[in-house]
């Protein structure tokens, strides 16, 4: 059974920056291509971020681009998301999501977390 916990979502103001963590157990990291996506109220779930599983390629939307940064230590089984200069329309839930092959800019992935608020306020 594969399990993602995302952790570090918070209230923050608008410039700040978060840094969400995404533990992933009942298999190995390494085995998945990771990803982030989140969810604003009345929208869509929408992609943010991507990583293959060896994390030598990444992947963002345009609106994070230059802001955002995931990276992954496959030792400890964690994802990250580096969130920077964050603004109002960043608020959402943030979901971890894994992906069997490879990282593709759909909801279509294997396993989901439970997601993470995020608020920033202006």
């Known amino acids: 059974q594969v399990q993602l916990v995302e952790s570090g979502g918070g209230l923050v103001q608008a410039g700040e920056f978060l840094r969400l963590s995404c533990a992933v157990s009942?298999?190995?990291?390494?085995?998945?291509?990771m990803g982030w996506f989140r969810q604003a109220p009345g929208k869509e779930r929408e992609f943010v971020a991507g990583?293959?599983?060896?994390?030598?390629?990444?992947y963002y939307a345009q609106s994070v681009k230059g802001r955002f940064t995931i990276s992954r230590d496959n030792a400890n089984n964690t994802v990250y998301l580096q969130m920077n200069t964050l603004k109002p329309e960043d608020t959402a839930v943030y979901y971890c999501?894994?992906?069997?092959?490879?990282?593709?800019?759909?909801?279509?992935?294997?396993?989901w977390g439970q997601g993470t608020q995020v608020t920033v306020s202006s």
């Open positions: 990583i293959t599983w060896r994390g030598d390629t990444t």
């Open positions: 999501a894994a992906r069997t092959f490879g990282v593709v800019y759909t909801t279509n992935w294997d396993y």
């Open positions: 009942g298999r190995i990291l390494s085995s998945f291509g």
